[in-house]
């Protein structure tokens, strides 16, 4: 597979891009899906400066093997929930929508758990291939720019 290295001054463009185009819809609090989107979530919120929360997801199995099924790693706390997310604009931020499947069940998660507002999924990356998942017609998607199908390897990635 082909592979792509973005710079970080890249990257960290994209996502102040990506800011112009989401800060109409008014996020109240960012969630990072853990472990890619922690760090483009931190970057967001230096646009944003709203409440960031953490998520996990682990879809890779330790030799980086896709599971048969998606687990939930990580979540939010009752009372978080009750304050910051139930009725609220919720900004989900990962680095890279490959299949679509951590996403579409983050979405899902939230939307069963919290019933927010209003969501609106960012990415750094958008692969143009065949998704697993389609996104519900409500859910605000806002890419911050689009690759092939082909390996990211991200400055954090660098050993
Ligand atoms: P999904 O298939 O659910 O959209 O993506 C699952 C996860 O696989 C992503 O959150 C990310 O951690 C990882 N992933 C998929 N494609 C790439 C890639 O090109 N580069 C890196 N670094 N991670 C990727």
Redesign the pocket.
């Known amino acids: 597979m082909e592979k792509i290295t973005p710079a970080y001054d890249d990257i960290h463009a994209i996502i102040k891009d990506t800011y112009t185009k989401i800060s109409e819809f008014n996020p109240d609090v960012i969630i990072a899906?853990s472990?890619?989107?922690l760090i483009p979530a931190r970057i967001m919120r230096t646009y944003v400066n709203k409440p960031l929360f953490t998520v996990g997801?682990q879809?890779?199995d330790k030799d980086d093997k896709?599971m048969p099924n998606?687990k939930k790693t990580q979540w939010l706390d009752d009372e978080i929930i009750k304050e910051y997310i139930h009725n609220k604009t919720v900004l989900i931020v990962?680095?890279?929508?490959?299949?679509?499947?951590?996403?579409?069940?983050c979405v899902e998660e939230l939307k069963k758990c919290c019933s927010p507002k209003n969501i609106i999924v960012t990415v750094i990356?958008n692969?143009l291939k065949q998704?697993?998942h389609l996104l519900a017609n409500d859910i605000i998607y806002v890419p911050g720019t689009e690759t092939g199908d082909?390996?990211?390897?991200?400055p954090w990635?660098c050993k």
């Open positions: 899906i472990g890619g989107g997801f879809l890779y896709i998606i990962d680095e890279v929508d490959d299949t679509r499947t951590t996403l579409f069940h990356h692969k998704k697993k082909e390996w990211i390897v991200y990635d």
